[in-house]
Nanobody, 117 residues
Framework: QVRLVESGGGLVQAGGSLRLSCAASGIIFSITPMAWYRQAPGNQRELVARITSGGSTDYAGSVKGRFTISRDNAKNTVYLQMNSLKPEDTAVYYC???????????WGQGTQVTVSS
């Protein structure tokens, strides 16, 4: 019954902003490390940002300073605020949850982000 549901993707011009949301259910969210990945056509899926249960964050170098990952444990939701978007940010963005109890990764269905030039 684990579900990760992404929302907030869409089409935006270069320089614009989007905020992605991932609503989680079926996990103990407060103890679960969360992350955002993305995959562009022809590319491997890459880690964009991650946040630990304690709130520590890490970012890919390509997005550092432009993207911010955050979590709201009361809403069981993780966010990715994306500013100063570039065409190379175009990809399908996936929410990830790592269940530390059973050592298993869960994935959302993905949401398309397209940045036009």
């Amino acid at each position: 019954q684990v579900r990760l549901v992404e929302s907030g993707g869409g089409l935006v011009q270069a320089g614009g902003s989007l905020r992605l949301s991932c609503a989680a259910s079926g996990i103990i969210f407060s103890i679960t490390p969360m992350a955002w990945y993305r995959q562009a056509p022809g590319n491997q899926r890459e880690l964009v940002a991650r946040i630990t249960s304690g709130g520590s964050t890490d970012y890919a170098g390509s997005v550092k300073g432009r993207f911010t990952i955050s979590r709201d444990n009361a809403k069981n939701t993780v966010y990715l605020q994306m500013n100063s978007l570039k065409p190379e940010d175009t990809a399908v963005y996936y929410c990830n949850a790592y269940d530390v109890r059973v050592r298993y990764d869960y994935w959302g269905q993905g949401t398309q982000v397209t940045v036009s030039s």
